[in-house]
T-cell receptor, first 109, second 113 residues
Framework: SQTIHQWPATLVQPVGSPLSLECTVE??????LYWYRQAAGRGLQLLFY??????ISSEVPQNLSASRPQDRQFILSSKKLLLSDSGFYLC????????FGQGTRLTVV | AQSVTQPDIHITVSEGASLELRCNYS??????LFWYVQSPGQGLQLLLK??????LVQGIKGFEAEFKRSQSSFNLRKPSVHWSDAAEYFC???????????FGKGTRLHILP
């Protein structure tokens, strides 16, 4: 069966520090992969999606970037975190429906 | 581009009462529609989905939703809620089986004992 791993579960980072969140999928090949951010009162905002290795589409301009170095690996990064980057980050992959990881709670202080 | 509106940010119902959560979507063709539930601090779990066929869709945990093309709606219903149904509910739309899924802002459901 397919599973999705996302880590770390929680992260506290100072403003201006770099960020790297990793997501990996098992049990499927060539999945469509997604990064969402959930902020209070704003629902789930789609940040990036990828249909293949090296293919990244950005949905909103921001301080973050994404990369897909391997078929089942999706990384969310930032060179310098802002306070506004705080939130709950969810990785997902999709076949007919979207399957979500357990999320990373990022607090920028 | 597709979009989703969930007009109710919070809804409070008594345990045992019926529930309806509203969802309106915007998309030019027949959409792929979803309802997800999120418990505090957790990821999202799929309740049900609609791709085609019967417009009344049955899901897990006793939930159902009805697709109404004329109203661009996909409302979620449950005949009798349980305290364990307290959570946040998200409606979502996709343009195809493989396309990105866009979510609404969510409705937080509170249950009174």
């Amino acid at each position: 069966s397919q599973t999705i791993h996302q880590w770390p579960a929680t992260l506290v980072q100072p403003v201006g520090s770099p960020l790297s969140l990793e997501c990996t999928v098992e049990g499927t090949s060539n999945p469509n992969l997604y990064w969402y951010r959930q902020a209070a009162g704003r629902g789930l905002q789609l940040l990036f999606y990828s249909v293949g290795i090296g293919q990244i589409s950005s949905e909103v301009p921001q301080n973050l970037s994404a990369s897909r170095p391997q078929d089942r690996q999706f990384i969310l990064s930032s060179k310098k975190l802002l306070l506004s980057d705080s939130g709950f980050y969810l990785c997902a992959w999709r076949s007919s429906q979207a399957f979500f990881g357990q999320g990373t709670r990022l607090t920028v202080v | 581009a597709q979009s989703v509106t969930q007009p109710d940010i919070h809804i409070t119902v008594s345990e045992g009462a019926s529930l309806e959560l509203r969802c309106n979507y915007s998309y030019g063709a027949t959409p792929y529609l979803f309802w997800y539930v999120q418990s505090p601090g957790q990821g999202l779990q799929l309740l049900l989905k609609y791709f085609s066929g019967d417009t009344l869709v049955q899901g897990i945990k006793g939930f159902e939703a009805e697709f109404k093309r004329s109203q661009s709606s996909f409302n979620l219903r449950k005949p009798s809620v349980h305290w364990s149904d307290a959570a946040e509910y998200f409606c979502a739309v996709g343009a195809s089986r493989d396309d990105k899924i866009i979510f609404g802002k969510g409705t937080r459901l509170h249950i009174l004992p």
